[in-house]
């Protein structure tokens, strides 16, 4: 369970599912047992509802590739990967325009690969 890719609307279900039963499934299932643990433990005070609450309302504001940075550990997701990210196409636009400039022998092959090369170091 720990390897596979979290939902961002499971987690937010689990969250808010917490305000009314047992608090922190949410955090079992993103693989953090101990704060799991830790809200289970306070289950007894409004603590880890209110905070269930909170956290659930938070799951539902993040963006997909946010929520996957915080919970996935870098596995992308089917829409980041199908479509490449603002840095990425900046940086592809800005390799387009050095070819341009080395096609019209404004910029020798030695700069453009270097150019190029500092462009692609770029990508995270």
């Known amino acids: 369970m720990f390897n596979q890719r979290k939902s961002r609307s499971v987690a937010a279900i689990l969250a808010f599912s917490g305000t009314l039963t047992i608090s922190g499934l949410h955090k079992f299932y993103l693989g953090q047992?101990?704060?799991?643990?830790?809200?289970?433990?306070?289950s007894w005070t409004p603590i880890p509802k209110?905070?269930?609450?909170?956290?659930?309302?938070?799951y539902l504001a993040l963006d997909e590739e946010a929520f996957d940075r915080n919970f996935n550990y870098g596995k992308p997701s089917i829409i980041n990967s199908q479509y490449p990210s603002?840095?990425?196409?900046t940086i592809a636009e800005a390799v387009r325009e050095l070819e341009s400039l080395r096609q019209d022998g404004l910029i020798s092959e030695y700069e453009f690969e270097q150019k190029r090369r500092q462009l692609l170091d770029h990508i995270s």
């Open 33 to 42: 047992p101990l704060w799991g643990l830790l809200y289970v433990l306070l």
């Open 50 to 58: 209110v905070a269930s609450a909170i956290e659930g309302v938070w």
């Open 86 to 89: 603002n840095q990425v196409r």
